[in-house]
């Protein structure tokens, strides 16, 4: 099978839209091939073993270092899509090639990419919902959760630096939103009411928070496995290349 080609993008927009959030509109005539339904999807940003965008100067057998991003938005009239990066500082252990590039990132600054990946939708039957996300997961909750039936109830718990970083959500009006700034995922969650009827799971956080989120779902309410997502989006102290190999790890051990 013919390898998949990376996609030229160009940056045609970037804005601070919290103090820890930044946001960046990616375009390209590529993502004219992007099926309808991709938010929420991941793609791939691509750079040299540097750090540099320009992987053109790669050797020919040399693979780019690959990090990975939600489309929080697409765009299909102007072939475009809206990516979201958690702002680090430099000395932050988290911030890597890519958190560095988008706090630099100018209008007309070229990028390539890979994807868009495949989503695992949610099961939008269910009679309630549990959404859970941390700050690098709120693009891909924002995509979610636009998607849930109007008449949709249950919760959807956001972990954030500060409050100057809530974001309005397109959420249907039974949807309790809290926004977490005092106290972790793992403590905030139980305490909720859990609701009757079938339930929907979508978690996606730290490693060690969403471990805690498996332990509670999966285990202390017994949530059927087809009807959660769960994932971790990073790991504190460790390289999103040293989270890979954590997180390959875990599934093998645990599912």
């Not at 990066?85 to 988008?102: E, I, L, M, N, Y």
């Not at 390539?112 to 891909?140: C, H, K």
């Amino acid at each position: 099978m013919k390898k998949p080609q990376p996609k030229a993008a160009k940056v045609s927009n970037t804005t601070t839209i919290t103090p820890n959030m930044q946001r960046i509109t990616l375009e390209s005539e590529a993502f004219a091939d992007f099926p309808d339904d991709c938010e929420g999807g991941y793609i791939k940003l691509l750079f040299d073993p540097q750090g540099s965008t320009a992987i053109e100067n790669l050797e020919p057998d040399a693979r780019p270092s690959m990090r990975t991003y939600t489309i929080r938005r697409f765009m299909p009239q102007q072939n475009a899509i809206e990516v979201d990066f958690v702002r680090h500082t430099c000395d932050d252990p988290q911030s890597g090639f890519a958190a560095r590039w988008a706090m630099s990132a100018q209008v007309g600054d070229g990028i390539q990419i890979a994807g868009p990946g495949t989503i695992q939708n949610m099961n939008l039957q269910a009679e309630w919902f549990f959404m859970v996300a941390d700050m690098t997961a709120l693009p891909a909750l924002s995509a979610k959760i636009r998607r849930l039936p109007s008449d949709a109830k249950g919760y959807a718990v956001i972990q954030i630096e500060s409050d100057a970083d809530k974001q309005p959500l397109d959420a249907p009006d039974n949807m309790q939103i809290t926004w977490l700034t005092d106290q972790s995922i793992a403590q905030a969650v139980p305490k909720l009411e859990w609701l009757e009827g079938e339930v929907s799971v979508w978690c996606a956080c730290e490693f060690d928070s969403m471990r805690a989120m498996r332990q509670y779902f999966r285990n202390d309410r017994q949530v059927e496995r087809d009807n959660i997502y769960i994932s971790s989006y990073w790991k504190q102290g460790v390289t999103e290349d040293g989270h890979k190999v954590i997180k390959r790890q875990d599934m093998e051990q645990n599912g």
